[in-house]
């Protein structure tokens, strides 16, 4: 059993600021990557960030050059900043951890959501 806990979100106005952090622990026998997604009304969920365990990132094309992904140095909990934020952010934004149980089976688990409203 693998818990993500997330933390953050909450209502900004548009150019604001947010920061998120998720937590993954449990039963996990090497972390392979860490990210965000997020799924807006009546779309589906999409890649935000992620970060791998060797440091490498990959972004939405929305989102680069505003957010950034990272991590601790324990490399079990992952950030979010999220700087000049648009009302096309407004979403409920969910994190992901992939981990090997065990020397080869890869899982993943999500974290519960959290709802980011971009609004004057």
């Known amino acids: 059993q693998v818990q993500v806990v997330e933390s953050g979100g909450g209502l900004v106005q548009p150019g604001g600021s947010l920061r998120f952090s998720c937590a993954a622990s449990?039963?996990?026998?090497?972390?392979?990557?860490m990210g965000w997604y997020r799924q807006a009304p009546g779309k589906q969920r999409e890649l935000v960030a992620r970060i791998t365990s060797c440091g490498i990132t990959k972004y939405a094309d929305s989102v680069k050059g505003r957010f950034t992904i990272s991590r601790d140095i324990a490399r079990t909990t992952v950030y979010l900043q999220m700087n000049s934020l648009k009302p096309e952010d407004t979403a409920v934004y969910y994190c992901?951890?992939?981990?090997?149980?065990?020397?080869?089976?890869?899982?993943?688990?999500w974290g519960q959501g959290t709802q980011v409203t971009v609004s004057s």
């Open positions: 992901n951890a992939e981990y090997y149980k065990d020397s080869y089976s890869l899982e993943d688990s």
């Open positions: 449990g039963n996990i026998f090497s972390l392979n990557a």
